[in-house]
């Protein structure tokens, strides 16, 4: 099967350019076509031969998803994109604007094999397969183009893979994404603006290399230097094992013992996100055993509040925390010294949390 030309890093495209035995200048060309002009036809890259892109064409694909729905957002200024993949089947993607700032939220499967009992994409998207790295490239690239052409914004900034699955079990191709997304010659985004979300699955006793910390998750930040946030939601393990499986694995004190690993900059810390779920785990007592959980990790908070979806709903019995609940709950941490911000959830109104719009898409 030929290979999409995204799923390279730079020196294998390199490498293989060099193979066609065209001037060196070439190689340049066709990253400014794919990278910065976002061309995504061999034969419409009229800087080159016929031959060059026949030669390109024969050796390689290149795939980026397409896009089948674009959903702006009222609210906060957010766009959700519904992208098709070349096997037919939907992802998502989110473009978060800010002053200065352009981020996207990027997928990474489509699907989720964790089953998180509040999140759309594993309790009722199911797990389809993982994306190739090509794919995560591709929805910066269509996204990038589109964001461009509608003038919202000259480029993407900042890399955020909250869309959905879960990082740490397609670490193949999150790895070779992130490579190409900090390479100087390719997007050169600085690994500061890049941040993986886990849910946690990455603790495996023994997973580590030998030469490693013996953890995944702290072996893979250390080595990119990249922001790491974590879907810790739950404060204990039999309240997060229900809502969440993995924790049945991988139970929160593997997890905190693996953060501890990661060797963090003077100015870095780890976001901890916590989904806010009415009387279920946004107590007083909670914000206590949070504290107390985290007290020698450097930590900071977000608190999301729960996105409530109806089909979610019948799934599971919840509502999002009272504003009451989650400001006191904020104070709390905050008279601990934390730093603590409020996710005012990103568009709530176009089905934004995870995997609520592939979802409703397909549910139609
Ligand atoms: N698997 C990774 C990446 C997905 S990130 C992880 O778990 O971190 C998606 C984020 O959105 C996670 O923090 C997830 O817990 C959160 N989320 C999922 N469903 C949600 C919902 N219904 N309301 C609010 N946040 C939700």
Redesign the pocket.
């Known amino acids: 099967m030929k290979k999409n030309i995204l799923d390279l890093s730079f020196n294998e495209l390199k490498t293989a350019m060099l193979e066609f035995k065209f001037e060196k200048f070439r190689f340049t060309q066709l990253c400014d076509w794919i990278f910065k002009k976002h061309v995504f036809d061999f034969t419409k890259m009229t800087s080159f031969s016929k031959i060059l892109q026949a030669q390109l064409a024969e050796k390689f694909t290149l795939f980026v998803p397409s896009i089948d729905e674009v959903l702006a957002s009222k609210k906060d200024g957010s766009y959700k994109f519904l992208l098709k993949t070349h096997d037919g089947n939907l992802i998502e993607s989110i473009l978060m604007l800010a002053p200065g700032r352009a981020t996207i939220c990027v997928s990474c499967m489509i699907g ?1 094999p ?1 089953k ?1 009992r ?4 594993g309790s009722e998207v199911g797990f389809i397969r993982k994306l190739y790295a090509g794919e995560i490239v591709g929805q910066f690239l269509v996204v990038e183009k589109y964001a461009q052409e509608h003038k919202l914004a000259d480029h993407i900034t900042n890399v955020v ?7 740490f079990l397609n670490l193949d191709s999150v790895d070779r994404a992130i490579a190409t997304f900090t390479d100087e010659n390719l997007f050169g985004l600085s690994k500061s603006k890049i941040t993986v ?3 946690g699955v990455g603790s495996t006793p023994g997973a580590g290399k030998a030469a490693g910390s013996g953890s995944v998750i702290a072996d893979f930040i250390n080595k990119y230097g990249v922001n790491l ?3 810790l ?1 739950f404060t204990n393990d039999a309240l997060r094992s229900e809502y969440m499986p993995v924790n049945k694995t991988f139970p929160l004190e593997k997890l905190v013992a693996d953060l501890k690993k990661i060797n963090l900059s003077k100015r870095d810390y780890i976001t901890i ?1 916590y ?1 806010m779920l009415a009387g279920i785990n946004d107590k007083l007592e909670h914000a206590k055993q949070l504290v107390k959980l985290l007290s020698s990790v450097k930590v900071k908070f977000n608190l ?6 109806d089909s ?1 709903s019948k799934l599971i019995d919840a509502k999002p925390s009272s504003e009451k609940a989650i400001n006191d709950f904020a104070l709390y941490l905050k008279s601990k010294d934390f730093t603590v911000t409020v996710r005012r ?1 990103h568009g709530v109104d176009i089905e934004g ?4 719009f592939a979802l409703k898409k397909r549910s139609k």
């Open positions: 989720c964790l998180c509040f999140c759309a994409t893979f909250m869309g959905m699955g879960e990082p979300s886990t849910a946030a974590v879907s939601h996100e989904i999301i509040p729960y996105n409530p979806t979610l959830s949390g995870c995997g609520q």
